[in-house]
């Protein structure tokens, strides 16, 4: 398309939107339409929303979760003291939220070791976590970290630090997922399930 | 997940990114940890070009097209003057231009008729159409409209009215579209392409 036929605002407006996961150049393009013929309604009040947010939310210093208050509502809510779930992303503290599979507290570590990306200990919220898994009431740190390579170096590296200190380490069941077809499933899943089978 | 796990102000931004075409609750939800990370790159330059496209960003008065500038670049630039091509909205300009399918300009309706959804020819640009019709170096009106319902009553209904002018309407051809199997074709686009066969 000659470059003159999309005005330099417009442009600017669509590149940046191309840039969001789950939009490309054209469903970019598409968005902008949309937003363009919804200026009082959604695009204002969207442009708003971004730079408020940009401004006010911040991630806890206690768990690291992102919020507008510090320490965040999850950290400072009526919660389980004993419990701490380790996970990599804000994304995961909310997956799990949504599940409702976690009563206690979070820690979110912000990252997982990658040595291939260059990230090491020092990009991760570590220190936190180790002063928080030292606290009298904290029992149990769940290590609720992706099944994947990095994943797990990062969990044996995390079980590691937390052994001189006196709390049990766990990390989530790994197997067949609810729903899940075993025809569909890869080896590796397969051959964890069946060696940690349990009693009917 | 309970309402305290993400505060308002990364719910609103959420709820609002969620409107967009293309992402969903979830996507939206991702889309605002993303920008979130990358606050200084993505998510301020965002903010402002939103706002900023909302301000200079107008329908152009001469083809309906939308530019920061009036008359617009596509309608101001060196464009073939005798042929004029309508189309129901902007993203269908663009899609033409991408397709290099056309060198005149463009009319763009800003709607198509529809009866059921209470949209009539007071809510398309008709009145301009048939002034920018009437100018004597415009010797034919490409109807580039949807080959929906919709787009062929707003065909028939244009036609109707241009007729009192001296200029040529034509509209674009159906059939088999380039690279597209039979075998996966509708009905109706088969018969249409059997229908106007043309020699080899």
């Known amino acids: 398309m000659p470059a003159a036929t999309i005005g330099p605002e417009l442009q600017r407006l669509i590149d940046l939107l191309a840039k969001m996961p789950g939009l490309g150049p054209r469903s970019a393009k598409r968005a902008a339409l949309y937003l363009l013929k919804r200026r009082e309604q959604v695009m204002g009040p969207l442009a708003f929303a971004l730079d408020d947010a940009a401004k006010k939310v911040k991630a806890c210093t206690t768990c690291g979760n992102w919020d507008s208050i510090d320490p965040c509502a999850v950290a400072d809510g009526e919660r389980t003291q004993s419990i701490l779930c380790v996970v990599q992303d804000v994304g995961d503290l909310w997956a799990l939220e949504r599940a409702g599979a976690h009563k206690g507290r979070y820690h979110v570590l912000g990252a997982l070791l990658s040595p291939l990306d260059g990230i090491g200990p020092d990009d991760l919220n570590i220190g936190g976590l180790v002063a928080r898994a030292g606290e ?56 964890a399930a069946m060696k940690t089978r349990r009693p009917f």
């Open 136 to 191: 009298d009431m904290v029992t149990e740190i769940v290590l609720a970290l992706p099944a994947t390579v990095d994943g797990q170096t990062t969990a044996h590296y995390l079980t590691d630090h937390l052994e001189a200190i006196d709390v049990g380490v766990t990390r989530l069941s790994q197997g067949v997922p609810v729903g899940g077809e075993l025809d569909y499933l890869d080896e590796g899943t397969l051959t």
